[in-house]
């Protein structure tokens, strides 16, 4: 017993004695760091890293646009900073609604080698419209595209208070040059007026008072033109009043007019019928002078070349009745029944006055394929010449 025991004591001492086991280190034996193998990629994976390329389109607004009025045209600027070699640009409108592009044609300018500009004019239809993101891509000579997105300004739109006065219109500036009030019919009265504006959603011209009316004839566009504006109103009406809220002076601004009836008829009226074109005038003064240099070659020739110089005398004849045809008013027409006379010689113009029997009427002048007549009545209008005979 005593035996065992004395074993299982000299195996428990031999047993703490032994070292202990290393763990394993990145030191060698000198305490020097191991080299630590770096293994190479694939090559498939190698060749497809992705290249991140720099950004070479910036966008910003040139203005700062906090607030609008309802239906205003305002302009917004986006300006373009391309790093790339004689890019072409293209643009896209993301999203926004209620609001109508002006200038649908609008197209880049180039301010120097990298920077570029183009100007929207935007109208926004309603208190809650919104304004898209613009999108504008720049394409390189090789083909190589580029886009960035410029967020749309957060604009406080401002409605304008309801008035039976108010146009609808917002301007930089409007003015009535003329106007006149003439006889429609027994519960009517029709007034016109020629109108100038700048800056203007002249479209939207509209009085609520009136019976009927309708912009007649529009020349320019939204940044400057005029318009012939036509109103049925009632016969007992004593002022024509309206107003249009002015942009500059951030006011409404009020035109007041007695209606005075006029004995002469609408299209008699001094500025209101659309002139004859510059194209017309300087037709006509180009065969006048045309006419004078035959009749001079019809002088010159006719002793020394007979048949010439009445080829030069016919040239001249031609010429010189033309030109009459074109200007002198004429003899005597019939206007067929049914005959529908309008106001101006257009295709949408108002048709004032429908002939109810064939009538003989007297021809002022021509524009194309209308024909102004005035009636036995003293009525004047514009009638299609395949409307004659």
Request: proline fraction near 5%; hydrophobic fraction near 40%.
């Amino acid at each position: 017993m005593i035996k065992k025991l004395l074993l299982i004591f000299i195996f428990g001492i031999n047993l703490f004695a032994l070292p202990p086991l290393e763990e394993p280190s990145v030191l060698d034996n000198e305490g020097e760091v191991k080299k630590i193998e770096n293994f190479p990629l694939p090559k498939y994976l190698e060749n497809n890293q992705p290249q991140v390329k720099p950004k070479s389109i910036f966008l910003s607004y040139e203005e700062d646009i906090k607030s609008v009025y309802v239906n205003e045209i305002f302009k917004l600027t986006v300006k373009v900073i391309a790093a790339l070699q004689n890019p072409s640009f293209s643009y896209n409108f993301l999203g926004g609604k209620d609001y109508e592009l002006k200038n649908p044609s609008a197209f880049f300018h180039q301010i120097d080698n990298n920077q570029y500009t183009i100007t929207f004019y935007f109208k926004l239809k309603t208190p809650s419209a919104i304004l898209p993101n613009i999108k504008i891509t720049a394409t390189n000579k090789n083909g190589y595209k580029e886009s960035d997105i410029i967020p749309r300004l957060n604009i406080k739109i401002i409605p304008l208070k309801e008035d039976p006065e108010f146009c609808g219109v917002l301007a930089d500036n409007l003015n009535v040059k003329n106007l006149k009030t003439t006889t429609f019919d027994e519960k009517s009265y029709m007034f016109v007026m020629k109108i100038n504006y700048k800056r203007a959603n002249i479209e939207d011209f509209k009085i609520k008072w009136t019976l009927k009316d309708k912009i007649e004839e529009k020349k320019g566009d939204f940044l400057e033109g005029s318009i012939l504006y036509l109103a049925y109103i009632p016969p007992n009406t004593k002022y024509f009043n309206f107003k249009y809220f002015n942009l500059q002076k951030k006011r409404f601004e009020y035109f007041s007019y007695p209606v005075v009836l006029k004995k002469d008829e609408l299209s008699t009226q001094l500025d209101l019928n659309p002139k004859a074109s510059r194209f017309d005038i300087y037709k006509d003064s180009v065969l006048g002078i045309l006419a004078i240099g035959f009749l001079i070659l019809f002088i010159l020739k006719i002793r020394k070349n007979q048949k010439i110089g009445y080829l030069y005398l016919l040239l001249t004849l031609l010429l010189s009745g033309y030109i009459i045809y074109d200007q002198l008013p004429f003899l005597d027409k019939i206007v067929k029944k049914e005959t529908r006379v309008r106001i101006l010689p257009t295709e949408n113009s108002t048709i004032f006055y429908t002939v109810k029997k064939d009538v003989k009427v007297k021809v002022l002048n021509r524009r194309g394929k209308y024909v102004k007549v005035m009636f036995p009545d003293n009525k004047i209008g514009w009638v299609k010449d395949e409307d004659l005979r």
